[in-house]
């Protein structure tokens, strides 16, 4: 069902598709994305770069969706095929500030996932507007429809005096959620993601694939590398979790996750997986003067975030392996995505194959001869 814009949640569609509570939303099918498993839930966030992941897991499973979204109705399009006819309902929403419409988003919904935020400072919202208000309205109305889970997206090394303004803000969302909803919020902490959309890996190969040949892989890292440490985790993998979280009964959910990877890296053994994948050189390095004439090494926010700030895993709370999913390695999954900051004759040859050498190849195409 296509809403065209500044129209609002038709009040029929509790109709159709009321609370799994409803007899009129049964489980229906042998399960997958023709079937209906009687769970209604709406995604904030969803046409943010992660939240593919997310939509695609529940649409395999028969789950209806409330998708609302800021964009134009075109933009989130491609979620679409994720699921069945008629599973997905996207609401054009163009003024969070609107808590009618964020009422009518979440009130037929068994459980609502906040993936709202943003990493990187916006032209007309701040920090705060975009990590914190955002949730506090959603929040809000969530507890005066009274939604039985909430699920928040943050990150393992929120800190209210954390030098990472995303960080900060991370930290004051988790407290305004549970402040407003302290019996039906979840919060899932996950250190950074690797996939092929992420900020993380695709910023750490790029300020190694910038350096001219003549420099010899110079990159430019806090401290060599040698004193931050990281445990990034695969992002379908989060997501996976997240659904699995969905699938649960309540007494069976806990109210804080701790999502992770399964090794913990130094920033410089980071680097060096990265180039091992991307056959570049790696020579890091460190100079008095150098944040003063290269700009990757001004203290902008990805800096400060990726390679200043070790990643604090606590012990004790419950992680992947314990919402039924085995964690993936950076080298597993690397190849698809870091493999466009090789050389181009290089591009498709295997990680632990023969390089092609682009010398003696009249044509160009990086073929042995």
């Not at 979440?106 to 916006?122: A, E, F, M, Q």
Request: with cysteine; glycine share 8%; aromatic share 8%.
């Amino acid at each position: 069902m296509m809403l065209l814009h500044g129209t609002k949640l038709p009040k029929v569609l509790g109709a159709s598709r009321a609370l799994s509570s409803s007899p009129l939303l049964v489980k229906t099918g042998r399960g997958g994305r023709s079937s209906t498993n009687a769970r209604t839930v709406t995604i904030f966030g969803a046409t943010g770069k992660m939240g593919r992941y997310l939509v695609n897991n529940l649409g395999q499973l028969g789950t209806q969706m409330i998708i609302p979204h800021r964009s134009d109705p075109v933009t989130p399009q491609y979620l679409k095929v994720s699921s069945d006819l008629g599973q997905q309902h996207h609401v054009y929403t163009p003024d969070f500030n609107d808590e009618e419409l964020l009422m009518e988003c979440v009130k037929y919904s068994d459980v609502v996932v906040n993936l709202t935020g943003t990493d990187r400072i916006k032209l007309h919202n701040s920090w705060v507007d975009s990590n914190v208000t955002l949730t506090h309205k959603i929040a809000r109305a969530c507890k005066k429809m009274e939604v039985p889970c909430f699920i928040h997206m943050s990150h393992t090394n929120a800190d209210v005096a954390s030098p990472s303004q995303f960080l900060k803000t991370k930290a004051l969302s988790e407290e305004v959620v549970m402040h407003e909803l302290p019996d039906a919020a979840i919060i899932i902490r996950a250190t950074d993601c690797f996939h092929a959309r992420d900020r993380f890996t695709h910023y750490l190969a790029r300020i190694n694939s910038v350096a001219k040949l003549a420099e010899k892989g110079r990159t430019p890292l806090y401290k060599k590398g040698l004193e931050t440490y990281k445990t990034p985790v695969y992002g379908p993998d989060v997501f996976r979790g997240i659904t699995n979280i969905i699938m649960m009964n309540d007494r069976e959910r806990e109210r804080l996750y701790q999502f992770v990877g399964p090794r913990t890296y130094s920033l410089h053994e980071l680097m060096t997986s990265i180039t091992d994948i991307t056959f570049r050189q790696y020579r890091p390095v460190i100079g008095r003067y150098n944040h003063f004439w290269n700009k990757y090494l001004l203290r902008s926010e990805p800096y400060i975030r990726h390679q200043m700030i070790s990643d604090s895993v606590a012990l004790g709370l419950p992680g992947l392996e314990d919402v039924g999913i085995t964690p993936t390695t950076l080298e597993e999954k690397g190849l698809f995505w870091l493999r466009s900051y090789r050389i181009f004759w290089q591009v498709w040859d295997p990680v632990d194959g023969r390089k092609s050498n682009i010398h003696g190849n009249v044509m160009g195409s990086g073929e042995n001869i």
